[in-house]
């Protein structure tokens, strides 16, 4: 199994506070993913990184912000919680495709679930 | 024209017989399509990918069939089984940029004994 160990596994919080999900990696991928699943939805993606500092939106993105300060940390942070940002939260990574492969598949964490109230 | 659509929703099959996930997606830019695994409480493992270069991939029970000019990709379980039971997701990505995915909204398989 790929070494991504994501905090925390569970949460439970209130409408409006802050929250922060870290995606930790051991190994040394430069692409790391935020996605949220929902019934019906499947995985859509909100943020990604493809490198340290270097990151970008996803489809879902209004309402979180990420940071990269080292290659194997991901945050995906939720200023203000609202409950349509109840969900589970799946962090992936990926390495550069090597040359004349053109691809790398994207491993996933254990997920976190979070619950706004 | 980035989505990827996915069906069934659920399919429930006896030991033994043939599981088929179909999915069909729209940007022909995408050359790239995995398809994920995932238990209860764990998150996607990858199971099986195809590039367009060929129709058909295969890895033990796991087969995908991929129609680029339906712009279709199928995966089908043979000899299911018990343990197959899980929810499958579809995905489609471009070999360049980000390697950003989109993925099928999942099928949950009840294999039954």
């Known amino acids: 199994d790929a070494g991504i160990t994501q905090s925390p596994r569970h949460k439970v919080t209130e409408t409006g506070t802050p929250v922060t999900l870290r995606c930790h990696q051991t190994e040394n991928h430069r692409y790391m993913y935020w996605y949220r699943q929902d019934p019906g939805h499947g995985l859509r993606l909100i943020h990604y990184?493809?490198?340290?500092?270097?990151?970008d939106k996803g489809e879902v993105s209004d309402g979180y912000s990420v940071s990269r300060s080292k290659t194997e940390d991901f945050l995906l942070t939720l200023e203000s919680a609202t409950s349509s940002q109840t969900s589970v939260y799946f962090c992936?990574?990926?390495?550069?495709?090597?040359?004349?492969?053109?691809?790398?598949?994207?491993?996933f964490g254990d997920g976190t679930r979070l619950s706004i109230l | 024209q980035q989505q990827v659509k996915q069906s069934p929703q659920s399919l429930i099959v006896q030991k033994g017989g043939i599981s088929i996930i179909n999915c069909a997606y729209e940007?022909?830019?995408?050359?790239?399509f995995p398809w994920y695994q995932q238990f209860p409480g764990k998150g996607p493992a990858l199971l099986i990918a195809i590039r367009p270069d060929v129709s058909e991939k295969k890895e033990g029970r796991f087969t995908i069939s991929f129609n680029k000019s339906a712009k279709q990709f199928s995966l089908h379980i043979m000899d299911s089984q018990p343990g197959d039971s899980a929810t499958y997701f579809c995905a489609a990505s471009k070999a360049s940029g980000t390697y950003k995915y989109i993925f099928g909204t999942g099928t949950r398989l009840k294999v039954l004994a």
């Open positions: 990184s493809y490198g340290v500092k270097d990151t």
């Open positions: 940007n022909t830019a995408f050359d790239y």
């Open positions: 992936a990574i990926s390495e550069s495709p090597s040359t004349g492969d053109g691809f790398q598949p994207q491993h």
